[in-house]
C-alpha cells in the first residue's frame, strides 16, 4: 500500500508538473534508484509495527535528539 502511493506521487510529480525535470533526473538516477529503495525498505518496517512512514520518521528523530 505505502510502495503504490510513493511511487504514484513520484510519478504525478515528475510527469504532470511543469518544472520538476530536475526531480525527475534525480529520482530516475542511480542515486535516486537506491534511496527508493531504502525508503521502501524503511516502508516495510514501518508497515510491520503498524505505524505510517512519516510517524516511523517522527519517532526517530525524537529517540536521536
Do not use: P
Request: charged share 20%; proline share 0%; net charge positive.
Amino acid at each position: 500500500k505505502v510502495h503504490f502511493h510513493i511511487n504514484w506521487f513520484i510519478f504525478h510529480l515528475c510527469f504532470f508538473q511543469q518544472g520538476y525535470s530536475w526531480l525527475k533526473d534525480k529520482i530516475l538516477s542511480d542515486e535516486g534508484r537506491r534511496q527508493q529503495s531504502k525508503l521502501r525498505e524503511v516502508a516495510t518496517v514501518a508497515e510491520k509495527i503498524g505505524c505510517s512512514l512519516s510517524q516511523l520518521a517522527i519517532g526517530m528523530l525524537k529517540t536521536y535528539m
